[in-house]
């Protein structure tokens, strides 16, 4: 049972007429319901360890919170996400639709929504074939009417991506995604002109995206403990060349910890160069207007 640091009586601090909330004290007060005695106290605290990273590390205020750990470097930071967690932002723009098939087996298909600078939410199911998992975007397809839906297509994924193609859905709104594959994006370039850097792989390269979308900040994600788990869970290394390696699927097994499936649904809606939430295909919107009809665009 997780009790946060507010329950306890001892956790106030007394304040003085001239105490004044800043912003972040005042979203606290508001989504936890504290009050100035327990804000003082927090500030103080913060003060002490310096900083408030570390503060939410010894005193979490929730679930998400306790997930923080200090000896363990996560790609993802969890203070990246426990701030998208606490942003509330309107969806707006074309959907996008992140799938990441699983078997039979202990593994999750999970599968996301993105929508501008919002996942408006995240869906998870067990024991799923691959006809089931079809089945399944078929009827997101039709009800959500999405502008892309990438689909992971190592394993499971190549055997439902052929088959809505062969349902007749378009290949610019049926994405194959490889996350073994190549990056799209140009790496960045030294000093004298040549490659260097950047990520090694396209998971790589779509983690990236989502990383530095978090870092920008105003970016909303599911008040979820589970996708947390997910998100930071990953560790991550550089190899002889400078490039992002993240922690395969494979080592974390070993390490204990489950595959990261509800994280690697978000990162395939960050496909997009740079991470855009717009789909910039050219023949999106022809498309969409062929299987949808003139008045969706």
Sequence with gaps: MFLPWSLDPGYRREVGPDFVMDAEESKLAELYGLDKEQLSWRRAKIAQLGSAQFFAQEYPLNPAEAFISSNFDAFIPASLVIKARREKIESYGPIIVGVDPAGMGADRTSIAWRQGRCI??????????????????????????PARVNIDVGGLGVGVYDRLVESGHSRNLVQAINFGGKPVEPPPLDEKGNPAGGPANRRAEMWQNLKRTLEEGRFSLPDSDSLQADLVSCGYKYNSEGKLVLESKQDLRRRGMPSPDEADAVALCFTEPGGSGFVRNANFRQDLRDRYGGAYV
Excluded: H, T
């Design 120 to 145: 408006n939410k995240i869906e998870s199911r067990r024991g799923l074939d691959s006809m089931e998992v079809v089945g399944w975007v078929q009827n997101i397809i039709r009800n959500d009417k």
